[in-house]
């Protein structure tokens, strides 16, 4: 009998287990009779293969479509894997109507209940093409409480992609588009319309009476005939169509609510906090981080105040900026506000933190409540590492640890003044130098060069004249044949050498002619000034 029980026991806790990976949810849990609405199965578990089982469904919902989609994300460093199911159904009755559970293996959702409004069949009027409703959630509200306005644009023929919607703009309202525009089918007397339906959030700013201006919906209906041209224009004359105006009632703040409080009307709110690590037995210099996380529905996440700061003998607090989100739901905005800080204890002893408090104010049962974290008290022990004797002869403030900093700064202080001094004496020193520093000539002097070409020349030797007078030539300041070419007696003898050395009359070769040349040569200043000219023209020519 206990092993049975114990067996029971178990298989219980693993049906939980298995029905917590696998989630059903609604798109819209209040819809008008002939509306599609979309069932959305979610299963986290990724060793579980197939798909869900529909038929419970076709009972009471037309099963008009289902996708499937495959989703990756990481959440405290891990990667986790889910896959969706998106059905969109169409109940078959109206009141109230329950999605049965669904079965998944051995997991199983929860069953959802929904509310299918009866639709006026009452009126024998033709409905035009394209027609555009609105509707709020609720006719008064507080001042900056949320209220929401669905607007809804019905379409009997299809429609171009030229179809617009002006904007919601209200002086004396913040407006937020809740998501993305959402497409659906419904029967409006018997006649299948498509839906495009956009959600508002709305905060009147002032009370008073506060109305919500009209939007222009335009489209072009694609209309065919017999003379359809698909390459000229499109036929069909574009349809403006306008939502009513609706009156709110935006009221003040109650007389009750506490005139130094932040004003925060809200269907609901929650206050939690979290630790890293857990404050058990913290010690003198340890750091612990704490996470204060507001949630409100209602609200969006700018609308929320910053938490109050009571300030902790015995804490040093170092503050993080704070992260805001907004969520959609199907009741419109949740604003989120997590502020973070950490919390390091500067003595030993009991630290208490003081309790943190909200006050809020509950729209759906209009009565002011308060949200709190109660008060904690830390026992911080001692650090022993933190713990320093001061040593004996010193006075406090003078010890070498005050020191110490001080002589550092003083020593790199002193270095850099020194290395300065020396960069400066070293760019002096190079300042002083000359640009191009002379070289000292090798190899002999030109004197000698010269004495050597005057030798080969009264020997008549071709071939060491010619070296000779190339060794003579690279020490001077022109080429050879620069100087052949503005002395014409060098020019002649030249051509006598050459002819000397590459002919076999060379031993009749006669060097008094070079010599002489050589000895003429005027030298390169005398030479260049004469024919030197002005190279540019005159300023005034006559």
């Not at 994300?73 to 969109?88: D, E, F």
């Not at 071939?463 to 002395?487: S, V």
Request: glycine share 6%; aromatic share 8%.
């Amino acid at each position: 009998m206990n092993r049975l029980l114990c067996a029971l026991f178990f298989c219980l806790i693993g049906t939980q287990v298995w029905a917590a990976s696998f989630s059903a949810t609604v798109d819209r849990a209040r819809l008008n009779e002939g509306e599609t609405f979309d069932l959305i199965l979610e299963s986290e578990d990724f060793t579980q293969f197939g798909t869900p089982d529909f038929e419970p469904l076709k009972q009471q919902f037309e099963v008009v479509s289902t996708r499937q989609e495959n989703r990756l994300s990481t959440q405290a460093g891990k990667t986790l894997s889910s896959t969706r199911w998106i059905v969109t159904l169409l109940p078959r009755q109206t009141g109230y109507v329950v999605v049965p559970p669904l079965k998944l293996g051995e997991a199983q959702s929860q069953p959802i209940t929904l509310q299918v409004i009866k639709g006026d069949t009452s009126g024998n009027g033709k409905l035009a093409p394209i027609f555009i409703d609105a509707s709020l959630d609720q006719e008064s509200v507080y001042v900056q409480a949320q209220v929401l306005l669905t607007l809804r644009i019905y379409h009997s023929v299809s429609l171009y992609d030229d179809s617009s919607l002006t904007p919601l703009n209200i002086p004396d309202a913040r407006v937020e588009q809740l998501g993305d525009p959402r497409t659906f089918e419904t029967d409006v007397n018997g006649v299948r319309h498509g839906v495009i339906e956009l959600r508002y959030a709305i905060f009147p700013q002032q009370s008073g009476e506060l109305t919500i201006p009209s939007q222009v919906f335009s489209a072009t209906p694609a209309t065919r005939d017999q003379n359809y041209n698909p390459f000229g224009p499109r036929p069909g004359r574009l349809t403006r169509v306008k939502s009513p105006e609706i009156p709110v009632t935006v009221k003040p703040r109650p007389a009750s609510w506490p005139a130094n409080a932040p004003w925060l009307p809200a269907r609901s709110l929650t206050l939690s906090q979290a630790w890293s690590p857990e404050p058990d037995k913290p010690s003198v210099g340890d750091s612990l981080t704490r996470n204060i996380m507001l949630r409100v529905e209602g609200l969006s996440s700018a609308q929320l105040p910053p938490l109050p700061v009571q300030d902790s003998p015995g804490l040093r607090r170092y503050p993080d900026q704070p992260q805001q989100r907004n969520e959609i739901n199907a009741n419109g905005l949740i604003g989120s506000r997590e502020e973070s800080e950490a919390l390091v204890p500067s003595q030993s002893g009991q630290v208490t933190l003081p309790e943190v408090q909200v006050l809020w104010w509950n729209t759906e049962q209009d009565r002011l409540e308060t949200a709190s974290l109660p008060a904690r008290t830390l026992d911080v022990a001692v650090n022993p590492s933190l713990e320093v004797e001061a040593p004996v002869g010193h006075q406090p403030g003078t010890s070498d640890q005050t020191n110490n900093p001080l002589w550092i700064w003083q020593l790199a202080c002193a270095l850099l003044a020194l290395t300065t001094a020396l960069g400066f004496g070293l760019w002096w020193h190079a300042r002083r130098q000359p640009a191009i520093l002379p070289t000292a000539q090798t190899g002999p002097s030109p004197r000698t060069l010269l004495d050597d070409l005057k030798r080969a020349c009264q020997a008549n030797d071709p071939q060491a004249t010619r070296q000779a007078l190339d060794a003579w030539a690279r020490q001077q300041p022109e080429t050879l044949a620069d100087m052949a070419a503005r002395f014409e007696p060098l020019s002649e003898a030249m051509d006598g050498l050459n002819g000397a050395l590459y002919s076999e009359t060379g031993h009749q070769w006669q060097g008094e002619s070079l010599w002489k040349a050589i000895r003429s040569l005027p030298a390169l200043e005398a030479a260049a000034n004469p024919q030197e000219a002005n190279p540019l023209p005159p300023l005034y020519p006559r």
